[in-house]
C-alpha cells in the first residue's frame, strides 16, 4: 500500500517569513495530493490539492509543487500569519483513499 | 457547499457498552464516506471505506464485527462501537466525498470510553 513521509514534524517560522512543509509517497499509482489543516480539535480543513497530471499549483499565499519522478511534493506558505499556526497534513491516494502523512505542527513566532 | 456534519461531538460511556457516531453530508450526496481514528498529536488512521448500499471495506488491523459501518444513504453514514473498552477512547472523524477524490471532513467525535 502507499506509504506518506512527511517533514519537519514541528516548524516555527517568524511572522512574515516563509514556511516549507515536504512530503514524500512510495506509490507511483497515487494521482491526488491534498494538503489539510487542522486546529486543535478542530475538523481537518482542504488548503490546497494537485493532481498528477500538475507540476504546481498556487492559491494566494499557498503554493504546492509535485515532482512526480521523485515521488514528493511541498507545501509552502509566503508571508506567513499568527492564524497560519496549525498542524498541516499531506495526503496521497487514488481512486478516493487517501494515506495521511504524520502531519507538521506550524507555529508562527509573531 | 461540501459541509459535513458528525454527532454527537463527544460521548462517554461505560466500558461494555455500545457507541452510535452519525456522519451526515449537508449539501451533497455523498458516494463515498470515510471513518478515521485520530489520537493524539497523532495523524488521521483510515477504518474503513464505505459506500452507499454496499458492506464497507476495512483496513488491515480494522475488527470489523466491533466497528460496526452502515452507509445507508448517499448522505448518512454509522460507526458503531461495540463493547467500547478504554483503549477505544480516541478521536473517531468521517469524511464524505461526491466524486473524484477530494474529502470533506465531519467536525470529529472525541470518544471517551471509562
Known amino acids: 500500500g502507499e506509504n506518506v513521509e512527511q517533514h519537519p514534524s514541528t516548524l516555527s517560522v517568524q511572522e512574515g517569513d516563509s514556511a516549507v512543509i515536504k512530503c514524500t509517497y512510495s506509490d507511483s499509482a497515487s494521482n491526488y495530493f491534498p494538503w489539510y489543516k487542522q486546529e486543535l480539535g478542530k475538523r481537518p480543513q482542504l488548503i490546497i490539492d494537485i493532481r498528477s497530471n500538475v507540476g504546481e499549483k498556487k492559491d494566494q499565499r499557498i503554493a504546492v509543487t509535485l515532482n512526480k519522478t521523485a515521488k514528493h511534493f511541498s507545501l509552502h506558505i509566503t508571508e506567513t500569519q499568527p492564524e497560519d499556526s496549525a498542524v498541516y497534513f499531506c495526503a496521497a491516494g487514488g481512486n478516493e483513499k487517501l494515506t495521511f502523512g504524520t502531519g507538521t505542527r506550524l507555529t508562527i513566532i509573531p | 457547499g461540501a459541509v459535513v456534519s458528525q454527532h454527537p461531538s463527544r460521548v462517554i460511556c461505560k466500558s461494555g457498552t455500545s457507541v452510535k457516531i452519525e456522519c451526515r453530508s449537508l449539501d451533497f450526496q455523498a458516494t463515498t464516506m470515510f471513518w478515521y481514528r485520530q489520537f493524539p498529536k497523532q495523524s488521521l488512521m483510515l477504518m474503513a471505506t464505505s459506500n452507499e448500499g454496499s458492506k464497507a471495506t476495512y483496513e488491515q488491523g480494522v475488527e470489523k464485527d466491533k466497528f460496526l459501518i452502515n452507509h445507508a444513504s448517499l448522505t448518512l453514514s454509522t460507526l458503531t462501537v461495540t463493547s467500547a473498552h478504554p483503549e477505544d477512547s480516541s478521536f473517531y472523524i468521517c469524511?464524505?466525498?461526491?466524486?473524484?477524490?477530494?474529502?470533506?471532513f465531519g467536525p470529529g467525535t472525541r470518544l471517551t470510553v471509562l
Open positions: 469524511s464524505a466525498s461526491q466524486e473524484g477524490h477530494t474529502q470533506y
